[in-house]
């Protein structure tokens, strides 16, 4: 009865297969790891910017600003994590160097050597932050969109144990993560079809162990040095915040701000934690300035 119960509440029911990928937009290669689902727009001859994203959402997050720098003539690149949106979700430790390498990989399919522009939203930040710091060479500057940085926190009794964790998650947790998204926004009534695609991924086996992994196998990990190393570097820095963004809160711009003093803030008015979002004008217009200048 209880394995039945699981079976019934679990909405991860079907496969990433050829069929999918045929069916959904955007392109794919096969890395190391598997299918890594991608987006590459605007002329060949563009200025490369890679948009990383957060901690579980599909590249989808960075629609308009996608859109809004491709239009301005830049060469854009975003994709899916492992384990999020379209892209395979292997069985593997989701550590730090697992998102690095996937990136690294990335860049060199789609035949990108030279060096990138470099965002990172919320947790995005701390896989550009590792990114820069191991290939210095290959990164210009660095942008931070409500950034979150890699610190130790302690893991559960609950998910140290993987499959007692999957079984109590699928009827608790789980079933809140699509609306939870909702609390990203300063407005969200105006957003009322992100938890629809947020489900989308989360129908795909693999999405929830992918979820524990992320946690897991970065609970030591700590980025207090490298993000020094990165602030050193003579690389410019801009930094992009919602003014009302209750995840990472406005305020720890300032601790920021002491180690990357050269940086440039642009606070966003009237958003939340994805100010690309709620104020594309002004984030889009923030970005081409910078990158122009």
Same mark, same amino acid.
């Given at each position: 009865m209880p394995f039945g119960l699981y079976r019934w509440a679990d909405p991860e029911r079907?496969? +990433?297969?050829?069929r999918v990928r045929a069916s959904a937009p955007g392109q794919f290669v096969h890395l190391t790891s598997g299918y890594t689902h991608y987006e590459l727009g605007a002329p060949p001859n563009g200025r490369v910017v890679v948009f990383v994203a957060g901690f579980?959402?599909?590249?989808y997050i960075w629609d308009p600003t996608f859109d809004g720098l491709t239009n301005a003539g830049f060469r854009v690149l975003?994709?899916?994590y492992y384990g999020r949106g379209y892209?395979?979700?292997p069985d593997v430790p989701y550590d730090e160097d697992f998102y690095v390498r996937q +990136?690294?990989?990335l860049l060199d399919a789609v035949h990108i050597s030279t060096p990138v522009d470099l965002a990172g939203l919320s947790m995005g930040a701390a896989v550009v932050t590792s990114f820069a710091d191991r290939y210095p060479h290959r990164v210009r500057p660095v942008i931070y969109f409500d950034p979150s940085f890699r610190s130790r926190w302690p893991t559960s009794w609950l998910q140290e144990r993987p499959a007692l964790w999957e079984f109590v998650t699928v009827f608790t947790d789980e079933r809140l993560w699509a609306d939870s998204q909702l609390y990203d926004f300063q407005h969200p009534e105006r957003f009322q079809e992100w938890p629809d695609r947020y489900r989308v991924q989360m129908q795909y086996r693999g999405f929830r162990r992918a979820r524990l992994s992320e946690i897991v196998s970065n609970a030591a990990a700590d980025q207090a040095e490298q993000l020094k190393r990165v602030a050193e570097h003579p690389r410019r820095v801009l930094l992009i915040w919602g003014k009302q963004d209750r995840s990472v809160?406005?305020?720890e711009s300032e601790k920021l701000?002491?180690?990357?003093?050269?940086a440039t803030l642009v606070p966003v008015e009237d958003a939340g934690h994805l100010p690309q979002l709620e104020e594309p004008a002004i984030v889009n217009a923030a970005l081409v300035a910078f990158l122009r200048k």
């Open positions: 079907l496969d +990433l297969d050829d579980s959402e599909p590249y975003r994709y899916d892209s395979d979700r +990136l690294q990989e809160p406005f305020e701000l002491q180690i990357m003093p050269k």
